[in-house]
């Protein structure tokens, strides 16, 4: 219902479809329960006392029998009309009589799910099994158990049963007269109607009656206002009774986990036996007489449909059924993180608590069924973002096509999916108040696990009167253009010596055991005696914990297992390999240009990513492979770094940034053997990832790590970079350049750190 509801909401016409819907349900109700005939058949004479009576066509009197007011069964008496309905009619009569009081607060409900979500969320799971009382929500009285409920329904409410063909009129505002009674079963008053409990009631426009869910509303009024005008008598919750008003009920709380002296009394068959002795002196007073339902059929349903139609429409966002456990199971088994499960089952049954991927996550444990998702360290394979910004659009899929092809440096021709991901302005409404504009969802095109996000402040003193589509416009570089975006470095296969070819572990496990893991043994074998950066032997493992952080010191290099190893991606002993998992932002800085900060906590440990780009040979002649096809000489005894700054400047003055990476530069002599001769450099120039849009700092967060990978030389490590403090979300990323800085100007720092060189190399 909610979801046709909210398909038919998107139509214009919406209110005309409800009033149509309701009509024709309502007609189809009462020609199944049997009014549609009386109805038509029926007249009213009005009597001289402003009562009305009901005729038949022909003019007679109808038997004055006791009529079931839904299935027009006749009885001789409430006796046998309430039997009837503790047989037949059990269902209906729960939308007219059956709520549920918190036995602990006594804030009142009429729906079980919504009180046992108030139990949980307010005092506790532990109270859940004993803090459910059944409360009459026509008087709102408290009771133990459904048989009591019964009874005191059946003892008080039993004219509300009867289709009576003269029925007192209610006067405006006034309850219906009944026989107050300290009944043994009615335990306590519920003090505290009303409450609010931060949960949303709906009222029942024509009885007053309050509901939990607006579904629950609809029974109601399906059942005490379609049917028979006299359970429209049924006084509001407002109009409460004040029964026993001196009695707490929470003090008695402990005492009512158990049946008091009188409720052991009664027994579940004792509805019948209470029944039959109750009185059946149930005076009418015909001084006021309502209109039978069954005249008025016809003429009430313009305006009850429309209170219908139009509460319904103007709730229908914001009430949906609770989910059972057998709905987030289904949710759960096929969603591929706790993002997308909230968002499955808020778009499904609205806003839940936050943490219902916790309640998710048990229910797949207890059948079986492997998630991770839950994990707090759990990072989306499909890059959803649990982001709430309202910039922000939906996670977008990743493509599945890494780099393919190199089209020409700034070539202006995008592919489908980079048009996917890049947005502009017309996708965002621009506000000022807005503190950032994502201007493309992801710079690696779905290329890594983790989308990239490119983002402007928009307070960013560059940009202070610039709309998005401006800056885009304004922009020569931007994120995603001039480079091509790969997830692994590009290097040509006859660069490695295969003297220096890092050879597979011996372990048979899809997880190596320090113990046996030869990478292990060979850092052992050469590095003695080292220590971790918590001052703990290294000896016998590897460098990094179970949680995969780094806690090998900074400096030597790290074996990591490869692609000869028969252990699997999830190897203690792989963690650069596994890419990119930490969320990252490039964003637009004040006078660095690009750079790179956190979007999540990044805690102290954490491998963030490799620099990645062309690794370029230094030949032992002297000459290096080169960029811009420039052939640059250089000599391993000296010229490197004037050659490096040659090549520096040269980009500088091209683009303003430099995107190469000394290998050379990590490497710290006293603490690495080195086995090759030959240096290497990475040129993020023309590809690379996100790591080239890091900043130099001289007091940097993330320090750099050579990792070993295919080859024991250190001077084809890869580099690691790596959180080495807790890294704030929104905190910049930046590394230390480690340049050395020669003459001239070279490129003035813009750190901001207070032990700053001044000059970046
Ligand atoms: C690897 S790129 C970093 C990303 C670069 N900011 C961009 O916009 O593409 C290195 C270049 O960034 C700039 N840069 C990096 N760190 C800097 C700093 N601390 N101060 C000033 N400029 C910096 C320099 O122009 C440098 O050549």
């Keep these: 219902m909610p979801q046709i509801l909210a398909e038919v909401s998107k139509n214009p016409d919406v209110g005309e479809f409800l009033l149509k819907l309701i009509s024709s349900e309502r007609e189809k109700l009462s020609h199944v329960w049997g009014f549609g005939t009386d109805s038509s058949n029926q007249m009213h004479s009005e009597n001289q006392d402003g009562s009305v009576m009901v005729l038949r066509e022909d003019g007679t009197h109808p038997s004055p029998g006791l009529k079931c007011k839904i299935c027009s069964q006749e009885f001789s008496d409430d006796q046998g009309l309430g039997l009837h309905w503790t047989e037949v009619h059990k269902k209906e009569v729960r939308w007219l009589f059956r709520g549920y009081s918190c036995a ?67 006067p405006r505002g006034q309850s219906i007269k009944r026989t107050e009674r300290a009944s043994d079963e009615l335990l306590y008053d519920n003090h505290n109607l009303g409450k609010d409990d ?92 309502v209109e039978s339902e069954t005249t008025t059929l016809g003429r009430l349903l313009d305006f009850q449909c429309s209170d219908v139609a139009l509460t319904l429409f103007s709730k229908i966002q914001k009430t949906r059924p609770h989910p059972s456990n057998l709905d987030i199971l289904s949710i759960a088994r096929s969603v591929c993180c706790k993002t997308s499960l909230r968002a499955a089952l808020k778009a499904k049954y609205g806003i839940l608590p936050d943490n219902i991927f916790v309640k998710a996550a048990k229910l797949c444990s207890d059948v079986g069924i492997q998630i991770d998702w839950h994990q707090e360290e759990f990072f989306c394979p499909k890059g959803c973002k649990s982001r709430s910004s309202s910039n922000s659009l939906l996670p977008l899929q990743p493509t599945q096509v890494d780099f393919v092809m190199s089209p020409p440096i700034g070539d202006e021709i995008w592919g489908m999916d980079e048009y996917h991901y890049v947005l502009d302005s017309e996708h965002f409404g621009w506000n000022l108040k807005n503190e950032m504009v994502i201007v493309c969802e992801d710079v690696s095109f779905g290329r890594e696990k983790v989308p990239v996000v490119c983002a402007i402040d928009v307070d960013a ?28 470095r590009l290097m040509d296969s006859s660069l490695v010596d295969s003297e220096n070819t890092m050879v597979g572990c011996a372990c048979s496990h899809a997880h190596c055991s320090p113990e046996e893991c030869d990478h292990v043994s060979l850092f052992d074998s050469i590095y003695e005696n080292l220590v971790d950066l918590h001052g703990v032997p290294m000896r016998g493992r590897f460098a990094y914990d179970e949680n995969s952080k780094v806690i090998l010191q900074e400096g030597y290099p790290i074996y990591e297992c490869n692609s000869s190893c028969t252990c699997d991606a999830s190897c203690q002993n792989k963690v650069l390999q596994r890419g990119l998992l930490v969320k990252l932002e490039v964003f637009r800085t004040e006078n660095k240009g690009w750079a790179v900060r956190a979007a999540e906590p990044i805690p102290q440990g954490t491998f963030v990513c490799e620099y990645i780009g062309e690794v370029l040979k230094m030949k032992d002649d002297g000459a290096i492979r080169h960029v811009e096809r420039l052939e640059i000489y250089w000599n391993f005894s000296g010229a490197f770094h004037k050659l490096i700054r040659k090549l520096l400047d040269l980009r500088e003055a091209k683009s303003g940034s430099s995107y190469l990476f000394e290998i050379t530069s990590q490497i710290d002599r006293e603490r690495v053997q080195t086995t090759g001769t030959t240096a290497y450099v990475i040129d993020a120039t023309r590809y690379g990832n996100v790591s080239r849009f890091i900043n130099h700092s001289c007091s940097p967060n993330l320090s750099t790590r050579l990792v070993s990978v295919e080859s024991k030389d250190c001077q084809l490590a890869h580099i690691g970079l790596f959180a080495n403090q807790d890294i704030l979300m929104g905190e910049e990323l930046a590394y230390d350049y480690g340049q050395k800085l020669l003459p001239g100007d070279g490129c003035p720092c813009h750190c901001g750190a207070k032990n700053c060189r001044g000059r970046v190399y």
């Design 198 to 289: 931060g949960l949303q009631k709906f009222t029942c426009r024509l009885c007053g009656m309050m509901f939990d869910l607006l579904p629950d509303l609809g029974h109601h009024h399906q059942v005490a206002h379609t049917n028979s005008g006299t359970v429209s008598d049924i006084p509001s919750g407002r109009e409460k009774y004040q029964f026993n008003r001196g009695r707490h009920y929470y003090s008695a709380f402990k005492k009512s986990l158990r049946p008091s002296g009188s409720l052991k009394k009664r027994t579940s068959s004792g509805v019948e036996k209470h029944f039959k002795a109750q009185s059946l002196d149930l005076s009418m007073d015909t001084s006021h007489i």
């Design 461 to 488: 003193k560059e940009f202070p009167y610039m709309k998005p589509g401006e800056i885009l416009q304004s922009e020569n570089s931007l994120p995603w253009q001039g480079f091509h975006y790969v997830t692994k």
């Design 104 to 170: 602990v607060c006594m804030d009142s409900f009429t729906n079980r799910r919504v009180l046992e979500r108030h139990v949980q969320e307010k005092h506790g799971a532990q109270y859940l099994q004993y803090s459910t009382l059944l409360r009459c929500i026509s008087c709102n009285s408290n009771f133990l158990n459904t048989d009591l409920l019964w009874q005191h329904i059946v003892s008080d409410h039993s004219r509300d049963f009867s289709l009576l063909d003269h029925v007192p009129r209610r």
